[in-house]
């Protein structure tokens, strides 16, 4: 924290279920203290239906009580506000108001370009149209920006116009709780999780979205059936995955759901390889899957169906396998050779683990981020 005080306003849980627990549903406002920071968490609309309309109602009821629970902080030196979900920034501009602190504005998702070019939303939906105005009136807005990718940067130029007003700080991953595993903790991971220790193990880590191509990695697991499928997460596409799993009697797809963050160490513990599909879709290029870096931190194998800057990270990293976007027969090969050459998954391994070491730091992220924060609070 290097002596700083941070105040986080966020939802009750409800993500990626659409469901809030009981624990959150009798007060419209909750205050939490996680590792020295204070967590402040506003009721908001939430439903398992993810249509526009729901959408709308949970990013517009999260603004404003958002906003309303802000007014009575304490005033800030600075705000960051995350986008997405967008509207946030609404909320983020009020509060930029009523106590006179400017804004530094992280973008990790270009919204709502994003979610038309993965067939989430239409151009023409309700919430596209509300959104485009707010995105480029956010931009604007803030002090300074921030991307999280290349792509991400490049989109937010496209929309307001001022290279000068945006900074790439690229992710970083935990590397004390991320990871290589000893052979005990592969164990009592496979254990947990009711997988064969003598098989090959796949994972497939983080949010089930349109953004990923489940029935190419669905499809692989039917042509490998000596190789399990390990699945972890959830999102709009859980629903599908299962009944893809069904409709191909496969006995080799394991689901788990979502798991708490302190269960996640062992899901990667579990694994033989990672495995990552992009759907062919215009902001593939620039996405960057946060699942990557905690393979890499992990030491767990890369196969990727996937291309522009994920692409080059991992060929810089030399930690993984990458086959072209939607090419069936060029995973399960990948899968194949990976399952039967130990000696390529260890040095895979080891170069995802140094790569990690070199460039994911946390303190490197930390230290961007304190620096670009001091130009905001001077400006």
């Given at each position: 924290?290097?002596g700083?005080q941070?105040?986080v306003?966020?939802s ?7 469901i809030?627990p009981d ?5 419209l ?5 996680l590792?020295g ?9 939430a ?10 109602a949970?990013?517009i ?6 906003a309303l629970?802000?007014t009575s902080?304490a ?5 960051i506000?995350?986008s ?8 983020g ?12 504005l ?9 979610a ?7 151009e023409?939906s309700l919430?596209?149209?509300?959104a485009k ?10 002090a ?6 290349g792509?991400?940067?490049?989109g937010?130029?496209?929309?307001d ?11 970083a991953?935990?590397?004390a ?6 052979d005990?903790e592969?164990?009592?991971?496979r254990?947990?999780f009711?997988l064969d ?8 880590v983080g949010?089930?979205s349109l953004?990923y191509?489940?029935d ?5 697991a039917?042509?490998?059936p000596?190789?399990?499928f390990h699945?972890?997460?959830g999102?709009s ?8 799993v ?5 006995s ?8 708490s963050?302190?269960?996640m160490?062992g899901?990667?513990?579990?694994a033989d390889?990672?495995l ?5 879709h ?7 899957p946060?699942?990557m ?8 194998p890369?196969v ?15 930690a ?6 939607g090419?069936?027969p060029a ?10 050459d130990?000696?390529?998954r260890?040095?895979?391994s080891q ?5 990690a070491e070199?460039?994911l ?11 670009l ?7």
């Amino acid at each position: 924290m290097s002596g700083h005080q941070v105040t986080v306003i966020t939802s009750v849980p409800n993500y990626p279920t659409g469901i809030i627990p009981d624990a959150y549903k009798g007060k419209l406002f909750y205050t939490e203290w996680l590792d020295g920071i204070t967590v402040i968490r506003v009721r908001v609309f939430a439903s398992p239906k993810k249509g526009a309309r729901q959408r709308l109602a949970n990013q517009i009821s999260f603004m404003l009580l958002a906003a309303l629970r802000g007014t009575s902080l304490a005033q800030p030196d600075a705000i960051i506000v995350e986008s997405h979900p967008l509207f946030v920034c609404l909320a983020g501009g009020w509060l930029k108001r009523v106590k006179r602190a400017n804004i530094l504005l992280n973008v990790s998702d270009l919204w709502p370009e994003s979610a038309v070019a993965t067939g989430a939303l239409s151009e023409n939906s309700l919430l596209v149209k509300l959104a485009k105005p707010v995105e480029k009136w956010a931009y604007r807005d803030a002090a300074h920006i921030v991307g999280m990718t290349g792509g991400v940067v490049e989109g937010i130029i496209a929309v307001d116009g001022k290279p000068d007003h945006v900074t790439r700080i690229q992710n970083a991953v935990d590397l004390a709780t991320f990871r290589p595993c000893s052979d005990s903790e592969r164990r009592a991971a496979r254990t947990r999780f009711g997988l064969d220790p003598t098989r090959f193990v796949v994972v497939h880590v983080g949010n089930m979205s349109l953004t990923y191509d489940f029935d190419l990695m669905l499809n692989a697991a039917a042509q490998l059936p000596d190789v399990l499928f390990h699945f972890v997460g959830g999102g709009s596409q859980f629903e599908y995955v299962q009944n893809g799993v069904r409709e191909r009697n496969l006995s080799n797809v394991i689901l788990s759901g979502v798991l708490s963050h302190d269960q996640m160490p062992g899901a990667w513990a579990s694994a033989d390889a990672t495995l990552i599909a992009l759907r062919d879709h215009s902001v593939a290029g620039g996405t960057l899957p946060a699942k990557m870096y905690e393979g890499l931190a992990t030491g767990t194998p890369v196969v990727a169906a996937i291309r522009g800057e994920g692409e080059s990270l991992l060929r810089e990293a030399g930690a993984g396998v990458i086959v072209p976007i939607g090419n069936l027969p060029a995973m399960v090969n990948a899968l194949a050779a990976l399952a039967n050459d130990g000696a390529l998954r260890l040095k895979l391994s080891q170069a995802g683990r140094r790569y990690a070491e070199q460039h994911l730091s946390p303190e490197r992220v930390k230290q961007a981020y304190l620096s670009l924060l001091k130009k905001v609070i001077d400006v």
